[in-house]
């Protein structure tokens, strides 16, 4: 059977990359530009992040672009995981600019802390996925 992943990551991965270079308000902070920041604003933009992963997700995953049309553990776990990955490293990065661009005007040098990602609670997910489409397809057939 042939790879689909190469292939299928690309796509997901270039769609998200033009969602986030697109974005005017998650740039302007990226850059510092934006001094008028604050966590609020990382928060609301960290939902925009997450549903511009799930919206590119959605698309390049489901049943026509799926070899048999299900969903293999293999195929999520080398597309899902990559994105959320970026997508955490994004609003990790939003934060340590808002953070540093607060502690820089009330005179802070602590460094900001990057949070983990967790890679274990994306597993579950895909795992809950891949038990879901097992109930699906039973249902289906019976």
Not at 14 to 23: C, G, L, P, V
Not at 35 to 44: T, Y
Not at 102 to 119: A, L, M, V, Y
Request: proline share 3%; aromatic share 8%; net charge negative.
């Amino acid at each position: 059977m042939e790879d689909i992943v190469p292939e299928l990551y690309k796509k997901i991965k270039s769609e998200f990359d033009s969602f986030i270079k697109n974005d005017i308000e998650i740039q302007e902070i990226l850059k510092g530009e934006n001094k008028e920041a604050s966590f609020e604003d990382v928060s609301f933009l960290s939902g925009r992040i997450g549903r511009y992963a799930a919206k590119c997700l959605l698309k390049y995953i489901n049943k026509e672009t799926m070899p048999d049309g299900k969903l293999y553990w293999n195929v999520l776990s080398r597309t899902v995981i990559p994105i959320v990955k970026e997508a955490h490293k994004l609003i990790n990065d939003l934060a340590i600019t808002v953070q540093l661009l607060q502690d820089n005007e009330q005179n802070i040098g602590i460094s900001p802390i990057r949070t983990k990602f967790n890679q274990e609670r994306i597993e579950s997910i895909i795992n809950k996925l891949m038990v879901l489409q097992d109930e699906v397809i039973e249902n289906e057939q019976g």
